[in-house]
């Protein structure tokens, strides 16, 4: 297939150094409207998990990407709850730089709407994680400072035939016209999981979902691909339950047959670091030990500057 040409050339939906925002994705002909109206149904129906993250690279340009919201988590050394969210790990760290000033916003157009700011206190990244590239657990969790009235998402497992749907902030762009202007609007795509990982090149704990035209067997009415800012995008199922972030893509131009590659967060590798990470979701009764923020989180700690 042709996106087996596009490995040699393969790169990140978001690079560290990008000096300009990104907003949208990769659609096709004539439903670049049709997408963004999808992302703002999707996000109303699925609680307001999708969110613009920003942040300031390490030559101190802002670089606008893509994160989501998992609902809120019980400190127990803070005696409190703070809303935690996720992302990958190459919008807070490449090659031992270190991104700074992390933020979400909760709109839906980064310009016109951009919604509630509110800065990351801390994040984590995956121990398996050292740079960005296909083989790597690309994939980052942080927490607010802040509790936020939103529930928190159940994570669902994915297999090769379901279908997904991303909702993230990549630059906008059709076969017909290639990659468009900056227009500052969220988009979502829908994406069915036609394998996991690619060979050598993309561990299996990538789920891939290929961007199809319209007569394949596989065409989706609003079907896209990931495009420059992409990263860190959600993955739901059609009961709206994460399943995967955006991490990569295959790109020469970016054009029907590329594909799309999600960290599949059910993967064992992925989910027992999670899990280690991420603190109860409610009080343990009568619990005597710190098993809290400071005690039980596993990875790369940072704390947010």
Known sequence: MNRFSYLLTMSLLTLLWMVSPAHAQFVHNGNLEANRLHYEQFAVQNGGHSVHLAYEDPFGFTTRASGGLLGNFWSESDQRFYTWGASVAHNFSQGGLFATNHRVFTGTNFNSNPGEQYSVAEYFLHPGYTNIGGTQPDIALFRLDVTLPISNITVAPV?????????????????????????????????YVDDFGLGSSIADFYAESVFYPAGHS????????????????????????????????????????????????????????????????????????????????????????
């Open 159 to 191: 297999n090769v035939g379901d279908r997904i749907t991303y909702a993230g902030f990549g630059r906008p762009g059709t076969p017909a016209t290639g990659l468009l202007p900056l227009d500052g609007f969220g988009r979502a795509f829908d994406v």
């Open 218 to 305: 596989k065409f989706l009415p609003l079907g896209g691909l990931g495009t420059p800012g992409t990263s860190g995008a959600f993955g739901y199922n059609e009961l709206g339950q994460l399943t995967t972030i955006a991490a990569l893509a295959t790109t020469g131009t970016p054009s029907y047959f590329d594909a799309t590659y999600g960290v599949h967060i059910s993967d064992p590798l992925i989910w027992n670091w999670w899990n280690a990470t991420l603190p109860p979701a409610v009080p343990a009764p009568g619990a005597i030990a710190l098993f809290g923020v400071g005690a039980m989180l596993a990875g790369l700690r940072r704390r947010a500057s």
